[in-house]
């Protein structure tokens, strides 16, 4: 045993050494940034890497032909990453100063990497702010200097089932949060549904559920001056109202994991709140057409929530004005268009929804109409940190008897003591 | 073959023998279909639909036989390259673990030279570090030493374990000593009594280094995903990870899928390595 | 009185021994050591001046740049009610999991290298099989078994008349079934290590044990267990090191839920680090290290060899 105290004592030693040459920050704190200088004229030359995560990296090279037709100087080198992971790939690469040129990165992600400095600020001379969706866009702002554009968007909406709602005669979406209650009340007690609704009883990524009725109740995450405002009125009577559905019993506390899609099919839950990707999930589950979607009800707003892909120019990158020439290729509304039809994913650009093959679509359109009033969360460093601190309350508040402004108080002191990360 | 049966004298236990072991195989057997149910699953839901995966409650025998899971794997995927950067990449890792581990587990357990007790509460306050903690320093130090993308950043960092070196030294100690000794009398060097006396007595513990480092190494995934920064380094579970699990949704028929192709190679070198359990010193070594 | 050269010369060649010895054991291990201290060592300290840091993702770029904190961290750990949380339930998995991991994984190897005389390949393949099939699949047929209407085991309890419980959704029975859950797990890598472990017993020990007329239980107890000390040591302090490690159960089927009671202290430090608080999630990292050689150091009191 006496060979423990020996490596232990040593161990001690250098870490006191090494502790003493940690020499300390800088009194930086928030710095804004401003606008990336500008991207030379004419077309990109060169080699120009890219990360894009799962199906996106697969199909990503069908859209580097267009552009190297126009840049023949130039190739791209698409390398796909999985997602699972992709948040540590990019860290870790940022790290070790190991980037490649462009990188699709997670709207939620955008502020803890724009703060480590590896992220180049958009240039203002190749990119508009006012093509993209305004919610969208937000997610590359950090402390007021984008540090990227928005690739890809999704939104969250209310999934029906069709033949329940018909049942309990609900004819039109609902459209206040009266209604709302109304029509889920009526998708159980007269549709057939053992729930009307089956609404994230908490767990992983549940204040994407949550949120959209803090924000349609006139609420926001932080007030003006940066502080937390998950303890304001408004946002108390949001939780109150996401509660009283479990309260109810309109709402499922306790759903099995992978049960949510067969019961919808089945009948037994009446409708749930999910993003475009469901359209996908439903099909192969054979229910097309026989579910409908609507928009959030409007109470101050009929705001939801927006996720999804924004692209990044690495200050690392080898060339980085071919990078950007690429990545303002890709927001182009044609390639934009082009890229929904090659794998679905929806425009991040407003104008590109003017192709035909999204405005035919209604379920499409109700995505669409509900992208011009959806917001995403602020982008400071720690929010996945506030968030799943978030998730745990609202388990606490759906499954115990926590009030809502208890709720809300705590939500507030952990946001708080948290921080914003600088 | 086992020690304990070869030693019972067969005249008198004969009939209460037969049905112990009956019992023994019935209990045995009921325990097996426990264990092997979830990997049965496994492998029936990789021919179903996605549907029919996604289904509650979930079905054993598929519906409708498909094959579409592996045709959408081999179809989007460089097979045959990620195979070989995950062959090459396990197999130097196992054979590094093997000689450099029992190597100095040798050293550890039977010699006594200056610096031995430090060496052995290093090793093992190491294997007590939780992993994840290591994870981005050690990152940071292969890429300063221009390591990544490379086959020598994938392997170098798990050449040796401090597990291995562990699992090596309490074997070799339950290796009687006076084996050692009279070899040493005999004239014999260190080296050659490690290889002729402790290698071959350490078959067992060898074949089980040798399958713990194989898996651990085949299934790695966040390493060799930081690692390689270009698609031809990927090994297969990062590659497989990259059309199944999406940015909101999974794709359970090609998880499945994978994980059937992955596990393959690893139950092919289990089933190589584990007849070499019952061949150690109980009929080798130790007249 | 010709003792006095020969002491020398004895002496002589005691240290010429000793210095041989010293380069023999090096030599064995110094390419093992070379290597572990460049990638383990390494690292390891780097870590662990990482915790006496308020070192954040952000600080990847210039991480020189970051506050010694001395330790701060370390305060902040033990006033987390999460850790503490987590710590409560990880001591649990460890204290009910590793005795029935190890009595399963020793019961099943017993019975495999005793006896057995049919199918010996299939039954150590099979028994090993958890190890290899990925934990996602293990998770989805796992979930389905424990399924409250619909699951096998409810389904069992049902048929003698027990109305099953929501398993993975009651913070009481979440985190005993992951327990068992971690043990079916686990038990065939045990296996492995204990059929090794009992083959290395000489059969010359069991056959004097039987000329002394010893039974099959005293052979067990006086040859077996003694002699599959060292084995057990390594096994014990392994599986403790893993358990208190424990996550990718709580990760795949329950995200720590519900109400945290599956919330094990590496999941939360894995959070941490996903979070990007890098001093803070090192900090409780060797918090946890330290949890991991006090349990260690008993095992090696209690399981070491009476004769050394």
Known sequence: MRGWTRPVAALGLATALLAVAACGRDAEGAQDEGPGTAVSDGPATGEINIWAMGAEGEKLSALVDGFTKDNPGATVKVTPIPWDGAHDKISTAIAGGETPDVALIGTTWMGEFARTGGLDPTPENLIKPADFYPGAWDTTVVNGTSYGVPWYVETRLFYVNSDVARKAGVDTPPSSWEELKAAITAMQDKGGADWGVSLQPGKTGSWQSVLPFVWQNGGAIQRDDGSFAFDTPEATAALEYYKSFFTEKLSPADLPQGALEPDFVKGKIGSFISGPWHIGILKEQGFEGKYEVWNMPTKVSGTSFVGGGDLAVFKDAKNRDGAWKFVSYLSRPDVQATWFQTIGDLPAVKSAWEDPALKADPMLAAFGTQLNDAKSPPTIATWDQIAAGFDDLMEQLVKTDMTAAEMAKSAQEQATSIGTGG | ?287 | MTARPQDAALRRGRRAARLRRAVTGWGFVSPFTILFAVFMAGPVLISLAMSFTDMRSADVRDPLGVNFVGLDQYAKVFGDPLFLKASGNTAFFVLVGVPLTMAAGLAVALGLNSGLTRFKTVFRVGYYLPVVTSIVAVSVVWRFLLQPDTGLVNGLLGLVGVDGPNWLDDENLSLPSLVVMAAWRNLGFQMVIFLAGLQAIPANLYEAARLDGASRRQQFRHVTLPMLRPTMLFVAVITTISYLQFFEESYVMTQGGPLNSTLSVSFHVFKQFGFGNYGYASAMSYVLFVAIVALSLLWFRLLKRKDQ
Not at chain 2, 24 to 29: E, K, P, W
């Open chain 2, 1 to 287: 073959m086992s020690a304990v049966t070869t030693v019972d004298s067969p005249a008198k236990r004969r009939p209460r023998d037969r049905v112990a072991k009956l019992v023994l195989h019935a209990v045995l057997a009921v325990g097996l279909l426990v264990m092997v149910g979830p990997f049965l699953w496994m492998l029936l839901s990789s021919f179903k639909s996605e549907g029919e995966i996604r289904e509650v409650p979930p079905t054993w025998w598929p519906r409708r036989l498909t094959i579409g899971n592996y045709a959408d794997l081999f179809d989007r995927l460089d097979f045959p390259a990620y195979f070989t950067n995950s062959v090459v990449v396990a197999t130097a890792v196992t054979a590094g673990n093997l000689v450099l581990c029992s190597a100095a587990g040798y050293a550890l357990a039977k010699m006594r030279f200056p610096g031995r007790g430090t060496l052995l509460g290093l090793v093992l306050g190491t294997v007590m570090v939780p992993g994840m903690v290591t994870f981005v320093p050690l990152f940071v130090l292969v890429s300063k030493m221009g390591l990544t993308n490379t086959f020598a950043g994938l392997i170098l960092p798990f050449l040796v374990g401090a597990f291995g070196v562990f699992f090596m030294r309490q074997f070799i100690q339950s290796i009687p000593d006076e084996l050692i000794e009279s070899a040493r009398i005999d004239g014999a060097g260190e080296v050659r009594i490690f290889w002729r006396i402790i290698l071959p007595l350490c078959r067992p513990a060898l074949a089980t280094l040798g399958i713990l480092t194989f898996l651990g190494s085949w299934n790695n995934f966040l390493w060799p995903l930081v690692i390689a920064t270009t698609e031809d380094k990927y090994t297969l579970p990062v590659a497989l990870a990259l059309y199944s699990v999406g940015q909101n949704e999974t794709d359970y028929g090609l998880l499945l899928a994978g994980s059937v192709v992955v596990v393959v190679p690893v139950l092919v070198v289990f089933i190589l390595l584990q007849r070499h359990f019952v061949r150690g010193i109980a009929t080798t070594g130790l007249k």
